[in-house]
């Protein structure tokens, strides 16, 4: 069996490409709890080490820190290496995205431990941000002074990119032209609607990062604890094509943990965590690849 790809709830869940593509387990937390019960979660943890080898789960940041806790104690007290605990600092609907291409890359040749890096690497080339109501609460990306004052202008948006880059515009008036700067390469955006009504996503942006189709998914109910607010648009443009993806990890230098002896690629072992020794690290923080090299691995 391919290793898990597991993620803390349903809705980080989108729908495969094709029949091929595994399912992710959902560590789901029950309604109204901030955790799960503990047996339960042992229970759960140890029949996917027992199908699968291997289990890699993906934490959003905005993750409440007693289920990222939760997470950590069932590790320990499995006494299991086997489990990855990835705490990412994209928005929900990128983790979404990102989760789909690392069931897609499970199928694939790669150990355990690459793949586990892989995340790392991946999220660099995933394009997540969002249209808001408002950004006087939003902590995640630099707000300047008076961005922050033309939020209390009514009928005020807001375009901001998360990730890769930080960017925030404001739409409408003299930004009515502006766009974020996008990915240099195809990609297929995801869009999930929430309590906002905005045409810009699917009739400016995706025009301007010319993206080769726009998928709808349900909004995440982390997103609007991520971006302070409930009136929002996500949207995440990512590479959907399986053999890019293939090509990118498979471009990136791979070492051995010196402390668990798993493969990995980047400076940092996506299971015990461990850096690479500094004899080993090299110039390319994260695994990621310089820009010639990024257009190298992505069009050949």
Not at 154 to 164: I, R, T
Not at 187 to 192: D, E, H, K, N, Y
């Amino acid at each position: 069996m391919p290793t898990a790809i597991a993620v803390t709830a349903p809705d980080l869940l989108l729908p495969p490409p094709d029949q091929h593509t595994p399912p992710a387990a959902v560590l789901q937390t029950p309604q109204g709890r901030t955790t799960r019960p503990l047996e339960a979660s042992l229970s759960d943890m140890h029949a996917l080490l027992e199908r699968h080898g291997y289990v890699i789960v993906l934490c959003p940041s905005s993750l409440p820190s007693q289920a990222l806790h939760r997470l950590h104690t069932v590790r320990g007290v499995l006494e299991s290496d086997r489990i990855a605990l990835l705490d990412l600092d994209l928005p929900p609907l990128g983790i979404a995205v990102l989760a789909l291409q690392l069931r897609q890359l499970s199928l694939c040749d790669f150990s355990p431990g690459v793949l586990a890096s892989a995340a790392r690497l991946l999220s660099h080339y995933i394009y997540a941000g969002a249209v808001l109501n408002s950004v006087t609460k939003l902590d995640r990306v630099p707000v300047s002074l008076k961005q922050h004052a033309k939020s209390w202008v009514p009928g005020s948006q807001f375009a901001v990119l998360a990730s890769p880059k930080a960017q925030l515009i404001r739409l409408g008036g003299a930004g009515q032209g502006a766009s974020l700067e996008g990915p240099g390469f195809a990609t297929r955006l995801v869009l999930a609607k929430g309590q906002l009504q905005s045409d810009w996503i699917a009739n400016s942006l995706a025009r301007s990062w010319q993206v080769q189709g726009i998928a709808e998914a349900p909004l995440p109910a982390e997103s609007a604890r991520w971006w302070a607010t409930g009136k929002l648009l996500e949207f995440a443009a990512a590479i959907p094509d399986i053999s890019v993806l293939y090509q990118l990890v498979s471009s990136v230098k791979r070492e051995e943990c010196h402390w668990c002896g798993l493969e990995l690629i980047g400076d940092r072992c996506g299971f015990c965590s461990a850096p690479l020794k500094q004899h080993e690290n090299h110039s390319r923080p994260n695994g990621v690849l310089t820009p010639g090299d990024q257009r190298k691995a992505i069009t050949s």
